[in-house]
């Protein structure tokens, strides 16, 4: 499988400033990789999908001008929460598929904490 | 409607016993389908896709009924090493589209 890593593992930040997560792929150029977040005890949800070299997608609901994403590179997309609120305060997840199934790969999270 | 939907349980086992969890998914034209495990405040793994034909992976088994939209999990003679949240994902689109998430069964595997 695909080896994805994302940094920081952990972050925490004070309201009204901007974080900047980043999710690479190690061994394999992704031309898609998608952001999902958990609050506790609910499911991920998909909050958009990353394509190299275009303009990422977002899921309805989610704020494409506080949640940026550049998908700058095959093997990295970073995704940026501006102006940061305690609402916001998250597991971030990234993931990738190959392209070769529908499994996708996940990195190992950053945990957000806004104060 | 939720998309996925999953008993959230806690599911308390003892050890040895076997424990089935059940998902049903709401979009008919869904076309690939996953159980994944979720240890606490870690990223999810998958555990194993689940095909029309039912599959097996050791003490696993996965079967999908498309008429009933339905998808289960099976785990014989649990280990307390299965404790973790178990979440069953619908893909609905092609390769390129995100993966739709239930909220997860916990499951506790009880020595």
């Known amino acids: 499988g695909a080896v994805v890593s994302q940094h920081p593992s952990r972050v925490i930040c004070k309201s009204g400033t901007s974080v900047k997560i980043e999710c690479r792929s190690l061994?394999?150029?992704?031309?898609?990789m998608f952001w999902y977040r958990q609050f506790p005890k609910q499911s991920l949800m998909l909050m958009a999908t990353?394509?190299?070299?275009?303009?990422?997608?977002?899921e309805q609901g989610v704020e494409k001008d506080k949640f940026l994403i550049n998908h700058a590179s095959l093997t990295l997309s970073t995704l940026t929460v501006t102006s940061a609120h305690p609402e916001d305060s998250s597991f971030y997840i990234c993931?990738?598929?190959?392209?070769?199934?529908?499994?996708?790969?996940f990195g190992p999270g950053t945990r957000l904490t806004v104060t | 409607r939720k998309e996925v939907e999953q008993d959230p349980g806690p599911f308390n086992v003892p050890e040895g016993a076997t424990v089935a969890f059940n998902c049903t998914y709401s979009?008919?034209?869904?076309?690939?389908f996953f159980w994944y495990r979720q240890d606490c405040r870690k990223e999810p793994k998958l555990l194993m896709s689940?095909?029309?034909s039912g599959n097996e992976d050791g003490r696993f088994t996965a079967q999908l009924n498309r008429a009933s939209q339905y998808i289960s999990l099976l785990i014989r003679d649990s280990k307390l090493s299965d404790s973790a949240t178990y979440l069953c994902?619908?893909?609905?689109?092609?390769?390129?589209?995100?993966?739709?998430f239930g909220k997860g069964t916990h499951l506790i595997i009880q020595p």
């Open positions: 993931s990738l598929d190959r392209g070769d199934s529908y499994e996708q790969y």
């Open positions: 061994d394999f150029q992704a031309t898609t």
């Open positions: 990353s394509n190299e070299g275009s303009k990422a997608t977002y």
């Open positions: 979009n008919s034209a869904s076309q690939s």
């Open positions: 689940v095909y029309s």
């Open positions: 994902v619908v893909n609905s689109g092609g390769g390129a589209d995100g993966l739709t």
